[in-house]
Each structure stands twice: as C-alpha cells, then as structure tokens.
C-alpha cells in the first residue's frame, strides 16, 4: 500500500540487489544513516521484491518511523523504469528522486539527484566492448544533464565527468564513502577465529576485491613477485570466472 507524503525524499532501493554488489552496499548504508540522522525527513525507498538480495535486510529500514518501503515491479536497467516510474514519483508526491546508479529515469516529473562512483568504461576501454562503452557514455552524459546534482565520490571521478563528460563543475558534490559500521577493531578471539577458519599465515598483506581486468590484480600479482618479505598475499573477494586467465 502506498502512502503520500507531500515533499517526501524519494530513493531508488530497486539497486540493493545481487548483481550490485558495491552500489546495493553505498544504498543500504546511505538509507540507514539518512533514516537515522535525519528523522523529520520522509524517506520513500523504491523496492523490487522480485529482484535478487540475500545480502541486505530491507524489512529493518521499515522499523524507521519516518521510512516507508514502496514496493515497485519495475526493473533495474529496463525501458519500463523510463515512463513507469513517473507516474510512481506522481504519486508519491515526491519532491526529489535520488538515483544511486547513473542507469536511471532520465526524464521524471520531479528534480533528481545521482552517484556516479567512476567511469572505468572510458578510461579502461580493453576492459568492455565496444557497445557497452558507447551505452555507457551517452547513459553517463543523459544521468549528468538531467540530474539537478551529481555525487561521486573523489575528487578524481569529478575531474573525470568534467573532462570525459563536460558535466559542469558546479553541479557536482564530492562526498566521499565510509567504511561500513562494522569495520571496527575485533577482539583477539574474533581474530584467532577467522584466523583458523581460512589458514591465514602470522603475516600477510590482504586483497579485497573482484578480478576483473579494471583492477589490475594481474599486476599485483606481478608485483608481489618481486617483493622480499616473509608475508603471505592473501586474495580475497568475488571471483568471476570470465577473467580467470588473466591472473
């Protein structure tokens, strides 16, 4: 059931999904943090029941007293979230959209906002073919000019749109990400766990993250090769089989 709230604050949950791994991340924990630190303001998560999530609670967000979950039969990446979303927007009388996500409703009844983290595509062209590049420079360019504001997270990714993009300079809000709550010092007995659980060596140096060719692990591997230490590497992150070759 959905409920109208005049000048509500409108974001896109339909990205805290499986296949976003990193940007379900950023809008589960922007959610979470907005509820809290913001408890006058009406937040209005869209949500797709249908969509792939075994990683985030979205029930908990519901316990909020100023959060309501709307659920949406829309589609991420969908000509449906083109003209289907307006009318959910009209609504919901929202007053703002925030898309976490540069594959967004571009033209929408009401002002937008958007994080754009990078644009590897551009940058790391032998990373994608050809037509993803091209779908993602003009989707990238459509987010930049019809959204009110633009956020990434760094200085870098701002010069980037700037350049690549010719996103303005004063529509653009670097602010930076942080590192989830739970990043905190454990105890010596949370450590020796996970120590025994993965075998770790007394020393090593750790790797977060996926292989894709982006993230140069090639070189590092290379790299470590070279080093005299009596550390181990230690690899750890999604693994996608279609780059495996390549490390």
Not at 89 to 97: G, K, P
Not at 162 to 190: C, G, Y
Not at 215 to 228: G, I, S
Request: with cysteine; charged share 20%.
């Amino acid at each position: 059931m959905v409920h109208s709230h005049i000048g509500s604050f409108c974001i896109d949950g339909r990205y805290i999904q499986d296949h976003f791994p990193g940007i379900g991340r950023y809008t589960y924990n922007l959610i979470d943090a907005l509820a809290r630190t913001a408890p006058d303001s009406r937040l209005v998560v869209l949500c797709d029941p249908m969509l792939k999530n075994t990683r985030y609670d979205l029930a908990a967000l519901a316990l909020y007293p100023n959060l309501q979950l709307t659920y949406v039969d829309i589609p991420t990446i969908s000509l449906a979230e083109q003209y289907r979303l307006r009318s959910v927007l009209c609504t919901l009388h929202s007053a703002i959209l925030h898309s976490p996500c540069y594959l967004k409703p571009y033209f929408l009844p009401v002002p937008s906002v958007v994080t754009i983290f990078d644009l590897i595509p551009l940058l790391f062209p032998h990373a994608v073919t050809w037509r993803a590049r091209f779908f993602f420079r003009w989707a990238v360019w459509l987010a930049g000019r019809t959204a009110a504001r633009v956020i990434v997270p760094s200085y870098a990714t701002r010069d980037d749109l700037m350049t690549h993009v010719r996103v303005p300079r004063e529509k653009i809000a670097v602010i930076p990400l942080a590192a989830d709550a739970r990043f905190t010092p454990q105890s010596d007995a949370e450590r020796a766990r996970v120590r025994e659980k993965y075998a770790l060596p007394a020393r090593y140096v750790l790797y977060v993250g996926i292989n894709k060719p982006h993230k140069n692990l090639a070189m590092l591997l290379d790299a470590w090769t070279r080093v005299e230490s009596d550390a181990t590497l230690v690899i750890a992150g999604a693994w996608d089989e279609r780059y495996a070759p390549a490390v």
